[in-house]
């Protein structure tokens, strides 16, 4: 069995990290975690260019549990740092069941052939080197990238007749229809999880970690179908209050109440008044400003007097 996995993203903040750490204990548990099998990652294996060593801690944790016979890990965008110069991965190419893809290449698995894509460092050499790659590319049976194909307003890799496996882009489009393993993001609210089984051409559906969902203020969550999920407060007073409230929760966004800028909007109506009196109106009528934003506005109003 060839198992194909979209943009992993291993993220150290919470509750992402917990997601992952559990994401992990899943899969080497499960039937398809067997030597007899082959994984191909499509790239972001990391959600930073410069992964702390708890990430690559809980990688290598990973790897090691794993009784997948070969790993192909392709390079992404998120894996190279422009300013390390160098990808996130490269330390995974000492395992001896990992392929770390850094160039592309054509490569025989399980008698399929896949080309494989990565992104590259450099944008412009990436697109001239891959709208115009040789037969072997042309040819292969499956073709694995990191970018934004033509379908994307990207490069143009519509010539290559193989069937597309697009990393890169989290939300299903046409080449990018696999789902993603775990949700990251918000945009991906909702969307069911999984990996590929490219030998029968169907998907595994995997655990529901990370959703986001609605609060009212002063209301509970609800029963949700995430391990963990992420709110949003709406109709909160002020962000302390709903910190404080929601403080056992993983707080995505808190959208303050209407009426606090209605009464902002308000006073600054009533008469013509300085921009330092506006702003000096402004601060009494937001508690919910963070500490830099307060300051950083005082700072000028004084600076001003």
């Not at 966004?253 to 009533?270: A, D, F, G, L």
């Amino acid at each position: 069995m060839i198992l194909v996995e979209k943009d992993r993203h291993v993220r150290g903040q919470e509750p992402f990290f917990s997601a992952h750490k559990t994401y992990n204990d899943w899969f080497v548990n499960q039937d398809f975690d067997s030597i007899h099998n082959v994984f191909i990652s499509l790239g972001d294996w990391h959600h930073s260019s410069h992964p702390t060593p708890e990430e690559i801690d809980e990688s290598m944790r990973f790897f090691n549990m794993s009784k997948i016979d070969e790993f192909f890990i392709l390079g992404g965008n998120h894996d190279w740092s422009g300013v390390l110069k160098q990808y996130s991965i490269l330390s995974f190419r000492n395992l001896s069941n990992v392929n770390v893809i850094l160039e592309p290449c054509v490569r025989t698995i399980q008698g399929k052939t896949f080309a494989f894509l990565p992104h590259y460092k450099n944008l412009k050499t990436m697109k001239e080197m891959y709208t115009k790659l040789g037969d072997e590319y042309i040819n292969a049976d499956y073709v694995c990238y990191h970018f934004e194909d033509e379908t994307q307003s990207g490069i143009d890799i519509s010539y290559l007749k193989g069937k597309k496996l697009g990393g890169h882009i989290h939300t299903q489009h046409k080449n990018y229809e696999l789902p993603m393993p775990i949700t990251s993001r918000y945009d991906e609210r909702g969307l069911p999880n999984g990996i590929y089984n490219l030998t029968e051409d169907s998907i595994i559906k995997t655990p529901k970690l990370i959703d986001y969902y609605d609060v009212e203020y002063g209301e509970e969550l609800k029963e949700c179908d995430a391990k963990f999920p992420l709110i949003n407060i709406n109709n909160a007073p002020s962000k302390s209050l709903a910190k404080e409230m929601y403080k056992n929760n993983y707080i995505h966004e808190i959208y303050v109440v209407n009426k606090k800028r209605e009464k902002i909007k308000q006073r600054s109506n009533e008469k013509a008044i300085s921009i330092l009196d506006f702003f000096s109106n402004y601060i009494k009528d937001r508690d919910d400003l963070e500490d830099w934003s307060l300051l950083r506005l005082k700072n000028y109003i004084r600076s001003k007097e």
